[in-house]
């Protein structure tokens, strides 16, 4: 029956043609015993293929209707995918034979052996809220954060329970967690006390934990925070959540980030906007004024005739997108301030001015707006 170099799978398994499922199962499970790479540290490589080959023999043998297609055409009957190999549904088979015995996902890279059975979960998700100055956010700041955590025990691996020494059915409610108690007519059921209701106890607890099979501690975690966040921006930090419960894989950390207020800018996206005052012979002649940047002063070209509300653009000299997108723009919006106290001396120039300087008193066009300017240079 045995085609090419392949081995019948009945004689891979030891056993008889009209085997039982369940003498398949037996056999499979002192051939993978025996043959387990773990068990078999000096002939690791030889063993594995023999591992593998009992595994796909139970694979096509455990199931009827390959079973069956095998016994009716052998290997050349098979899919590929069960003649190559097997599939991944075996895994789960494992648990049943086995327990937690070994560890499959380590051996086959498949990760699908505890897949839907197993008691380990993964770890809770952990915020943590942080608080940043405008410059922090600005610039970007490597800082550590001191993070109370649950942290998993390596003396015990999380079991509570003592090196070697294992779990066992609590004996007080026979592996139930509940207690019932029958008063009259009534039954009233409460949590066993001595397992909590986990259903087992640890035969001795492990004396670095105390049998929590983890404890509380403060891990110090660094964190870079890119240049450019802003209230909101929530910053993960994979694997450094809570552990999981029986070994599970731990959990994330979201960092959430509230940014201060800056004391003059105000921020839409990666842009920047301030108001500058200037008077009116500043606006009507023209200037250069400083004016606050990110990073230092800006040089403020102001064309003469500029008029109260222009905003002027300086490119590239806002926030960072976090995101990696470029810079945003500085923008200055100018408002003109109207004189209210003036000494005698000025308001006779003033009057002076105003019998040659006048302005139309009509309506402005519509078009001329100060929103369609603004739209104009926002572009
Ligand atoms: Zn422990
Ligand atoms: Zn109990």
Same mark, same amino acid.
């Given at each position: 029956?045995?085609?090419?170099?392949?081995?019948?799978?009945?004689?891979?398994?030891?056993?008889?043609?009209?085997?039982?499922?369940?003498?398949?199962?037996?056999?499979?499970?002192?051939?993978?015993?025996?043959?387990?790479?773990?068990?078999?540290?000096?002939?690791?490589?030889?063993?594995?293929?023999?591992?593998?080959?009992?595994?796909?023999?139970?694979?096509?043998?455990?199931?009827?209707?390959?079973?069956?297609?095998?016994?009716?055409?052998?290997?050349?009957?098979?899919?590929?995918?069960?003649?190559?190999?097997?599939?991944?549904?075996?895994?789960?088979?494992?648990?049943?034979?086995?327990?937690?015995?070994?560890?499959?996902?380590?051996?086959?890279?498949?990760?699908?052996?505890?897949?839907?059975?197993?008691?380990?979960?993964?770890?809770?998700?952990?915020?943590?809220?942080?608080?940043?100055?405008?410059?922090?956010?600005?610039?970007?700041?490597?800082?550590?954060?001191?993070?109370?955590?649950?942290?998993?025990?390596?003396?015990?691996?999380?079991?509570?329970?003592?090196?070697?020494?294992?779990?066992?059915?609590?004996?007080?409610?026979?592996?139930?967690?509940?207690?019932?108690?029958?008063?009259?007519?009534?039954?009233?059921?409460?949590?066993?006390?001595?397992?909590?209701?986990?259903?087992?106890?640890?035969?001795?607890?492990?004396?670095?934990?105390?049998?929590?099979?983890?404890?509380?501690?403060?891990?110090?975690?660094?964190?870079?925070?890119?240049?450019?966040?802003?209230?909101?921006?929530?910053? $993960?930090?994979? @694997?450094? !959540?809570?552990?999981?419960?029986? #070994? +599970?894989?731990? /959990? &994330? %950390?979201?960092?959430? =980030?509230? *940014?201060?207020?800056?004391?003059?800018?105000?921020?839409?996206?990666?842009?920047?906007?301030?108001?500058?005052?200037?008077?009116?012979?500043?606006?009507?002649?023209?200037?250069?004024?400083?004016?606050?940047?990110?990073?230092?002063?800006?040089?403020?070209?102001?064309?003469?005739?500029?008029?109260?509300?222009?905003?002027? $653009?300086?490119? @590239?000299? !806002?926030?960072?997108?976090?995101? #990696? +997108?470029?810079? /945003? &723009? %500085?923008?200055?919006? =100018?408002? *003109?301030?109207?004189?209210?106290?003036?000494?005698?001396?000025?308001?006779?120039?003033?009057?002076?001015?105003?019998?040659?300087?006048?302005?139309?008193?009509?309506?402005?066009?519509?078009?001329?707006?100060?929103?369609?300017?603004?739209?104009?240079?926002?572009?």
């Amino acid at each position: 029956m045995a085609k090419g170099n392949q081995r019948d799978y009945y004689e891979v398994l030891s056993v008889t043609r009209t085997a039982a499922v369940d003498e398949i199962k037996a056999a499979y499970r002192k051939a993978a015993l025996k043959w387990h790479p773990d068990r078999n540290p000096e002939n690791k490589s030889e063993s594995e293929v023999k591992f593998r080959e009992c595994t796909e023999a139970y694979s096509v043998l455990s199931d009827p209707q390959k079973r069956q297609i095998y016994d009716t055409y052998g290997h050349a009957g098979l899919s590929s995918s069960a003649g190559q190999g097997f599939d991944n549904t075996v895994f789960q088979d494992f648990h049943d034979i086995f327990g937690d015995f070994f560890g499959f996902e380590d051996l086959f890279g498949r990760g699908s052996g505890r897949r839907g059975r197993s008691r380990a979960q993964r770890g809770a998700d952990l915020r943590y809220d942080m608080s940043l100055t405008f410059e922090e956010a600005a610039a970007g700041v490597a800082t550590k954060i001191k993070l109370p955590r649950q942290e998993f025990c390596e003396a015990c691996n999380g079991t509570g329970a003592k090196k070697g020494s294992g779990v066992q059915t609590c004996h007080t409610c026979g592996g139930r967690g509940q207690l019932a108690y029958t008063q009259g007519f009534f039954s009233i059921s409460r949590t066993c006390p001595d397992c909590q209701g986990a259903g087992q106890i640890v035969k001795e607890r492990c004396p670095e934990c105390r049998g929590q099979g983890r404890f509380e501690r403060e891990k110090t975690i660094e964190l870079r925070i890119p240049p450019g966040v802003d209230t909101g921006t929530r910053l $993960r930090v994979a @694997g450094e !959540g809570e552990p999981g419960p029986n #070994g +599970g894989p731990a /959990g &994330d %950390l979201y960092v959430v =980030l509230e *940014v201060k207020e800056h004391q003059f800018f105000e921020r839409r996206g990666a842009d920047l906007y301030c108001t500058i005052p200037v008077s009116v012979a500043q606006a009507t002649l023209g200037t250069e004024l400083q004016v606050p940047g990110l990073n230092g002063e800006e040089k403020l070209k102001i064309p003469e005739g500029t008029q109260s509300g222009a905003v002027f $653009r300086i490119k @590239g000299k !806002g926030l960072a997108d976090p995101r #990696g +997108g470029g810079k /945003g &723009d %500085l923008f200055y919006h =100018l408002r *003109v301030i109207t004189p209210s106290k003036l000494t005698r001396e000025q308001r006779k120039l003033l009057e002076q001015l105003g019998t040659t300087l006048r302005v139309e008193n009509r309506p402005a066009e519509r078009g001329s707006s100060i929103f369609d300017k603004v739209k104009d240079i926002f572009g």
